[in-house]
């Protein structure tokens, strides 16, 4: 797999190419995505996607993830481009005329129904596939993935369902259990002082963070999967005022201080309490423990 930065010098192939901002990586942008590879591989072109670069933002999906899951579904090539105000200026017909067709040739698009792009957003699938019929490419515009409710799958409404600690429906339109990369950090170590130590996590990343509450968790060390029990939000129990993300990992004692670990969120268990009294405190956190043992898998 091929990845280009728009800003680089590069020479292009014929492409078919997948476009979106594919924040999420849910279900219908992967119907859009392995769409674009199949058809590609049946008409024996490139299949490319375009990915939109939006620095510091916080996301469902960083542009590594997104990079990482394209390379398992087995895209050719990647194209970024950085979120600039010079793009966000870009009328929609250069849009399409100078980057798709010129600069990436492009012979067939892949989007969703409400793919817009260019300057206000005034580009629209209509005017994408009046622009590719003229050059004698193609857009394929594809019907939106649904949920259990029958609701358009959508980028928003999965932030909106992890940003109120609903991870399990988050996690049935991703496909896959939500999860951040951090590293692990020196904290309070409060957990230690009652005989369940945590690893801390450093929130200051490009990652939304789910809604406060203990939550039945995964972590990922070094390539080993490890089952745990992870609160969010202020320590209400020891005063703290600020949020942190604390995971205590089953079955693991190994220093991990200032290692990478991906840490995926399968399930909300309760809110962030307030324990006037250890023992209460210790009591509950156990009954978390035992409940996150027990969880099974659901994806």
């Given at each position: 797999?091929?990845?280009?930065?728009?800003?680089?010098?590069?020479?292009?192939?014929?492409?078919?190419?997948?476009?979106?901002?594919?924040?999420?990586?849910?279900?219908?942008?992967?119907?859009?995505?392995?769409?674009?590879?199949?058809?590609?591989?049946?008409?024996?072109?490139?299949?490319?996607?375009?990915?939109?670069?939006?620095?510091?933002?916080?996301?469902?999906?960083?542009?590594?993830?997104?990079?990482?899951?394209?390379?398992?579904?087995?895209?050719?090539?990647?194209?970024?481009?950085?979120?600039?105000?010079?793009?966000?200026?870009?009328?929609?017909?250069a849009f399409v005329k100078d980057?798709?067709?010129?600069?990436?040739?492009?012979?067939?698009?892949?989007?969703?129904?409400?793919?817009?792009?260019?300057?206000?957003?005034?580009?629209?699938?209509?005017?994408?596939?009046?622009?590719?019929?003229?050059?004698?490419?193609?857009?394929?515009?594809?019907?939106?993935?649904?949920?259990?409710?029958?609701?358009?799958?959508?980028?928003?409404?999965?932030?909106?369902?992890?940003?109120?600690?609903e991870v399990m429906s988050a996690?049935?339109?991703?496909?896959?259990?939500?999860?951040?990369?951090?590293?692990?950090?020196?904290?309070?170590?409060?957990?230690?002082?009652?005989?369940?130590?945590?690893?801390?996590?450093?929130?200051?990343?490009?990652?939304?963070?789910?809604?406060?509450?203990?939550?039945?968790?995964?972590?990922?060390?070094?390539?080993?999967?490890?089952?745990?029990?992870?609160?969010?939000?202020?320590?209400?129990?020891?005063?703290?005022?600020?949020?942190?993300?604390?995971?205590?990992?089953?079955?693991?004692?190994?220093d991990i201080y200032d290692d990478?670990?991906?840490?995926?969120?399968?399930?909300?268990?309760?809110?962030?309490?307030?324990?006037?009294?250890?023992?209460?405190?210790?009591?509950?956190?156990?009954?978390?423990?035992?409940?996150?043992?027990?969880?099974?898998?659901?994806?």
């Open positions: 797999m091929r990845i280009i930065n728009l800003k680089d010098e590069f020479t292009s192939e014929k492409c078919y190419i997948a476009l979106g901002y594919f924040d999420g990586m849910h279900l219908g942008h992967l119907k859009i995505i392995k769409t674009c590879i199949s058809d590609a591989k049946r008409d024996k072109v490139l299949s490319s996607v375009l990915l939109l670069d939006f620095k510091n933002a916080k996301s469902i999906t960083t542009i590594d993830d997104k990079i990482k899951i394209l390379e398992e579904l087995g895209i050719d090539t990647v194209y970024v481009i950085d979120f600039t105000d010079e793009l966000k200026r870009t009328e929609p017909k980057i798709l067709l010129d600069k990436l040739k492009a012979k067939k698009t892949y989007s969703g129904e409400d793919y817009t792009f260019g300057l206000d957003k005034l580009g629209d699938t209509g005017l994408l596939k009046d622009m590719m019929k003229e050059s004698g490419g193609e857009a394929i515009v594809l019907n939106f993935e649904l949920d259990e409710k029958m609701q358009k799958i959508s980028s928003s409404n999965i932030k909106k369902l992890i940003l109120s600690g996690n049935k339109e991703l496909s896959r259990y939500y999860s951040i990369k951090s590293k692990v950090i020196h904290g309070k170590k409060y957990g230690s002082t009652v005989g369940i130590p945590t690893a801390n996590l450093n929130i200051n990343t490009g990652y939304i963070i789910p809604y406060q509450g203990v939550y039945v968790t995964k972590i990922k060390i070094k390539d080993q999967i490890y089952k745990s029990v992870t609160s969010v939000g202020k320590n209400l129990s020891f005063n703290e005022d600020f949020v942190s993300v604390e995971t205590n990992i089953f079955d693991f004692k190994d990478t670990v991906r840490l995926y969120f399968t399930y909300r268990i309760r809110d962030m309490l307030n324990f006037e009294d250890k023992d209460d405190l210790i009591k509950q956190i156990k009954s978390d423990i035992d409940f996150a043992k027990k969880f099974e898998d659901y994806l």
